[in-house]
Structure formats: C-alpha cells, structure tokens
Antibody
Framework: EVQLVQSGTEVKEPGESLKISCQGS????????IAWVRQMPGKGLEWMAI????????RYSPSFQGQVTVSADRSISTAYLQWSRLRASDTAMYYC???????????WGQGTLVTVSS | EIVLTQSPATLSLSAGERATLSCRAS??????LAWYQQKPGQSPRLLIY???IRATGIPARFSGSGSGTDFTLTISSLEPEDFAVYYC?????????FGGGTKVEIK
C-alpha cells in the first residue's frame, strides 16, 4: 500500500527556521517525484515545488522560488520542505504528493499544519 | 503561467441531482488536466486525469470531458459523500497550477 506520512504540527515564531518531512512507503521511492502543495486557511491549493529523488531534479513555482528549499534523502525514502526564516504568511497546511513522471498527483500525505505566530 | 478559472465558485444541489463543474484554461493545454476532490479536514484525492480518465477506485458517476481550454467534471447523481470542494490542475506547462476550486454544497 502506497503511503506518504508527513511530520507533525509545527508552531513557530517569525524568523525561525523549519524543516518538515514526508516519508514514502509501499513503492520505489526514487522512481516518483514528490511535490509540495500549500493550502492557506480557507483557501485553495498552490503548487510550490517538486523533487525527483532519482536524479535530484528540482522545480520551483516562481511564487515560491527563493522562499523555500526542497530536498530528499533516498536512503530513508523521505522528502523535505524547509524555510530559513518563517513569516506569519507561511501559516498554512502543507501537503506532499507523489507524482509519476510528468503525470498527476496520485497519492497525498495527510498534511502538516504550520502556524507562525509571535 | 497558465491560469485555471473554475466556475461556479459554489454549487448548491440536492443528493441525486447532477453536478456540472467547469474549468477554463488561459491557454490550450490539450487534455493535460486533472480533477481532485477535497473533503473538509482531508487531503485532496485524484478523481480524473488527462481530462477524462477515472483514477483507480473512482465511481463511474464521476466523468470528465473537454480539451484545449474548456473542461467539465460531471457527477451524474450526487451521493451524500460527494459534497466537497473540487479542484482542477494542469500539467501542460511549468509552473503546475490549480484552479481556485468549486464547492459543491447541500441545498
């Protein structure tokens, strides 16, 4: 059974750093991309970035380029999304999702809620 | 960037009725469009990909159509579990983009 399990809820202050994770299981992790999708409170879905663990190819949405960094550790089938300096506007639910080549997002993680507040 | 415009924003229907949701792309994307369903407190779920192909396990009451710039998701007869928000998404060009969503609510 394919599963993407994300790390837990985070509460941070503005200016802090953060790294959240997404661990895949039940499939060959390097063979699929892992995308990150933001959902701000009460809003829609926004694609942020994607990493292909097989060759470490990374694409960012222009809206998020320079704001976040994605990475992956194939040895533990885990992808990461990180911020160096959080802002209150980063408060959102963050989902990871699997992508088969250049197809669509067929499996999703349960989401990680990030709250940034002083 | 390809902009996807979904309409209506909200659709108020009763169980058993037919739902027709629209997604319009700002430029031609062929059939490279997917539909997702998101229920409150849950992650999105892939329903339809490449405009008209049902994902694994998706009931036949869900169907997709369209090509180029105009796409439609149809739910032939709404079941109670279908009341949710629906998003379209394109994979034709980077950056990947989603529509703003259509909420299907109980009338």
């Amino acid at each position: 059974e394919v599963q993407l399990v994300q790390s837990g809820t985070e509460v941070k202050e503005p200016g802090e750093s953060l790294k959240i994770s997404c661990q895949g299981s039940g499939y060959n992790f390097p063979s699929y991309g892992i995308a990150w999708v933001r959902q701000m409170p009460g809003k829609g879905l926004e694609w942020m970035a994607i990493i292909y663990p097989r060759n470490s190819d990374i694409r960012y949405s222009p809206s998020f380029q320079g704001q976040v960094t994605v990475s992956a550790d194939r040895s533990i089938s885990t992808a990461y999304l990180q911020w160096s300096r959080l802002r209150a506007s980063d408060t959102a639910m963050y989902y990871c999702a699997r992508r088969d080549g250049d197809y669509f997002f067929d499996f999703w993680g349960q989401g990680t809620l990030v709250t940034v507040s002083s | 960037e390809i902009v996807l415009t979904q309409s209506p924003a909200t659709l108020s229907l009763s169980a058993g009725e037919r739902a027709t949701l629209s997604c319009r792309a700002s430029q031609s994307i062929g059939v490279l469009l997917a539909w997702y369903q998101q229920k409150p407190g849950q992650s999105p779920r892939l329903l339809i990909y490449d405009a008209s192909i049902r994902a694994t396990g998706i009931p036949a009451r869900f169907s997709g159509s369209g090509s180029g710039t105009d796409f439609t998701l149809t739910i032939s007869s709404l079941e109670p579990e279908d009341f949710a928000v629906y998003y379209c998404q394109q994979r034709s060009k980077w950056p990947l983009t989603f529509g703003g969503g259509t909420k299907v609510e109980i009338k």
